[in-house]
């Protein structure tokens, strides 16, 4: 992880490899060391021959994405050292290196170090602050704000008695109005604030799940729930006076939106099927790293060192759906920790409970976790299961959106809308044919794109005459420099071919722009490269000046080029840039 003893482990795999570089070993290696440390550690954490294989993965996972965490820095790090002008290395620099390319600051100090040099890490630290800052102030809003003083304002209240487990109606006792931050008598029509019950259904948002939403009602009194949260035990429902006026010791029914929390329910205990999947699929190394249980979908983040591919989504979708399919009762018990982890109940790392845990247990033994939050009695009534995104929260760590119930209708009825709107648009009849028929498309249009290249290479080809008769003479070499609109890499290629071959000292540089992208390719004859002419080292100075890079043979190379709108004034320097390789 990127934070906590996962940052240390993280930080010290990093140094091995790059330190093993340094000594000289070629490719990936920490794996092959993998096996040492186990036999070395394996009596007194057994557990580590049995996760072996999972430990290997992992680690070869770490040293892979560090290499291109290294490559990419590495060639921007030393382009900088080289650019500075004193033993000092700028903190905004180090700031970029780690914020854009993820290349740690431990490690440009350390490379710094070996250069003789040091980083300016208080400057580095006041961006990292300054960041962070940024960060908090987006996350604010005025809703957050207020939360925060209505969570102080009700401190030292008794704890709220929480009845929603079992019924989502109840009656309760107001027992402090929350306004602005300040507890308040009373509430008139109209007023937003957080209402404290003595007794409420209405669940608190905790352990991924949304806190609910619904009524408090008595006569000539209502009030709408917007949010429900929990401080110190203490519930705080969220909400505006929409009739008549509130106080403090009014009775009110308190009639949570049933619709929204058995959505909410189907959603959380798809959660946990999903979890108990997913280490069926993956391996026991897959732990819940966070989630989000609305009424819309689930979000679920997992350690898992890759993305999941196609067949693996689709088993961890099946066994989900099995356990809807087999109507699995879905109990819950309260029992003392040790107890629950006696039992196998699964419990998030780093999480503090207390004496007394909740158990939700999906009764054939797919899934048993500790859990505060609610569920459905049975699988059946999730309905069906169904994965919508699978992708990288951070490294190591996945995330999966999925969907239950009238969700999945929803979602497979977008789908086929979509489908049916791509059909129409491609004059299918069959929207079951649309991937032969886009299949087809592409065939025919790079078949277009190989037709207008050639064509481009042959008017090319009729400017090269012209271009070559107007060839600059520099020191007894012909320098041949253009810009062909329209002209890709390969008709490039064929040009420079033609300039290479050419019995006089030529040297030619030939941007092409084809697709939006802009290419530059140069050439350099035999007897050019005999005056110390070297077509990579030209191409590459080219494309510096246009925001790209490359480089290749003496007699041949190519480039890309950043900012098209530099072309022109990167080719007029090509004259003066052969005039300093000759010397």
């Not at 290349?103 to 003789?116: Q, S, V």
Request: aromatic letters at 4%; hydrophobic letters at 40%.
């Amino acid at each position: 992880s990127n934070e906590g003893r996962g940052y240390v482990l993280r930080r010290l795999l990093r140094r091995a490899s790059r330190h093993g570089k340094l000594l000289g070993i070629q490719g990936a290696f920490l794996k092959d060391v993998v096996d040492t440390v186990i036999q070395e550690n394996e009596k007194a954490y057994p557990e580590l021959k049995e996760k072996r294989e999972t430990i290997q993965k992992i680690v070869s996972f770490e040293e892979e994405s560090f290499q291109k965490t290294i490559d990419q820095g590495m060639a921007l790090l030393n382009d900088l050292i080289d650019k500075a002008d004193s033993k000092v290395f700028s903190g905004d620099n180090a700031f970029t290196l780690n914020d854009t390319y993820g290349f740690p600051l431990d490690l440009t100090k350390e490379i710094l170090a070996e250069r003789g040099m040091q980083v300016d890490e208080e400057r580095f630290r006041q961006l990292m602050q300054e960041q962070r800052e940024r960060a908090r102030s987006a996350r604010k809003d005025a809703g957050a704000d207020a939360w925060k003083g209505e969570g102080s304002a009700a401190s030292g209240l008794e704890e709220t008695v929480f009845t929603g487990y079992t019924q989502m109606e109840g009656e309760g006792k107001v027992t402090a109005i929350i306004q602005n931050g300040q507890r308040v008598d009373s509430a008139a029509e109209g007023a937003e604030v957080s209402v404290v019950l003595d007794a409420t259904p209405f669940y608190g948002e905790g352990g991924g799940q949304v806190g609910d939403t619904g009524i408090l009602e008595a006569e000539g009194v209502s009030v709408d729930v917007v949010d429900t949260s929990k401080h110190e035990g203490v519930y705080l429902h969220r909400a505006v006076v929409s009739e008549g006026s509130l106080r403090v010791g009014d009775v009110l029914t308190a009639k949570v939106d049933s619709a929204r929390r058995e959505a909410i329910m189907r959603n959380h205990t798809a959660a946990h099927l999903l979890q108990a999947a997913l280490r069926k699929v993956l391996g026991d190394h897959v732990e819940q790293a966070g989630q989000l249980v609305n009424d819309r979908h689930v979000r679920f983040d997992f350690t898992h060192f890759s993305a999941l591919t196609p067949e693996e989504l689709l088993q961890v979708e099946e066994l989900v759906n099995r356990e809807i399919l087999q109507a699995v009762p879905v109990s819950v018990q309260e029992m003392g920790i040790e107890e629950a982890r006696k039992s196998g109940a699964m419990a998030l790392f780093g999480e503090k409970y207390g004496d007394v845990v909740r158990v939700v247990s999906v009764e054939d033994g797919f899934s048993k976790e500790l859990c505060g939050g609610t569920h459905m009695d049975n699988t059946a009534r999730l309905g069906l299961f169904k994965i919508v995104s699978e992708s990288s929260v951070a490294s190591g760590v996945r995330r999966i959106e999925g969907v239950t119930g009238l969700g999945v209708l929803a979602l497979l009825s977008t789908q086929a809308a979509t489908l049916l709107d791509a059909a129409r648009s491609m004059k299918v009849v069959n929207p079951m044919e649309l991937p032969l028929h886009a299949q087809q498309m592409m065939t025919q249009l790079k078949e277009k794109d190989k037709e207008i290249e050639s064509l481009n290479a042959k008017l090319a080809q009729n400017r090269l005459e012209g271009v070559f008769q107007n060839a600059q003479e520099v020191d007894g070499v012909k320098v041949v420099f253009a810009l062909l609109s329209g002209t890709g890499s390969d008709a490039l290629r064929a040009l420079c071919d033609k300039a290479k071959e050419r019995p006089e000292a030529i040297a030619a540089v030939f941007a092409g722009v084809s697709g939006g992208k802009a290419t530059l390719a140069a050439a350099c004859s035999k007897a050019a490269q005999q005056k110390g002419l070297k077509a990579g080292v030209l191409v590459k100075e080219v494309a510096q000046l246009c925001g790209g890079n490359g480089g290749g043979r003496p007699d041949f190379a190519m480039a890309g080029a950043k900012d098209q709108s530099k072309l022109d004034d990167a080719l007029a320097a090509v004259p003066e840039l052969v005039k300093k390789q000759i010397g």
